[in-house]
Structure formats: C-alpha cells, structure tokens
C-alpha cells in the first residue's frame, strides 16, 4: 500500500486519460500544447505562471511537473517562491473578497 494518495508515478499515466475517451483527450491534449507555444508570453512566463497556479489549486502532480520544468527554463528558485506567493495572495484575497456577500446576507437578515 502506498504511503501517499498521490503517487508520483501516476504523472507518467497522464497520458493515457485519452483511453476512456479518445476524443474529449486528445482535444485536451491540443489545447494544453496550443496553450503552451511561444507567444505573447514566453514559455518561461508560462511555465511561472503555471508553477504558482499549480500551487493554488493545490495539484501534486502539476508542482512536480512545474517545479522540474521552471527549473530547466532557468527559473531561480527565488523567482518560484515569489510566483507562488503571488499566487496565495491573489488565492487568499479572492476569498477575502467573498465576505463581502457574507456581510450583505447579515445586514440583510437583520433588518
């Protein structure tokens, strides 16, 4: 039995998510390679970019692919942890923001 739900080993079967469903997989597959071609961003900005969000949805799988490929682009680890604060702050202020419809549901309930 595995010491962890998540089994690194498992990254290396992401591929074969087109099994079950040939179609829908290899339309994923296409766009997740068109997403990740050189543009406007460069493939460095969006492997950062993928680094903090992996973080933020908080994805084993994706901080280990992430991790390795951020640092193969020439990323700092210094850049990585800023990336992934980034990415908390937007992640905490987001729910923060949420309040708001908490605190009108009060004013409203006790009127």
């Known amino acids: 039995m595995s010491k962890n739900y998540y089994d690194a080993a498992d990254l ?55 991790t390795k490929d951020t640092l193969q682009r020439g990323v700092t680890k ?4 800023e990336a992934i604060h980034v990415g908390a702050a937007i992640k905490s202020g987001a729910t923060l923001v949420h309040g708001v419809q908490m605190m009108n549901k009060v004013n409203k309930l006790e009127m």
């Open 78 to 81: 210094e850049q990585m942890m």
């Open 12 to 66: 290396r079967k992401f591929g074969k998510i087109t099994e079950w469903n040939e179609e829908l997989g290899n339309k994923f597959f296409d766009y997740y390679g068109k997403v990740f071609e050189e543009g406007a961003l460069t493939a460095r900005e969006k492997s950062l970019i993928a680094l903090a969000v992996a973080h933020t949805e908080q994805c084993p799988y994706c901080i280990d692919a992430y």
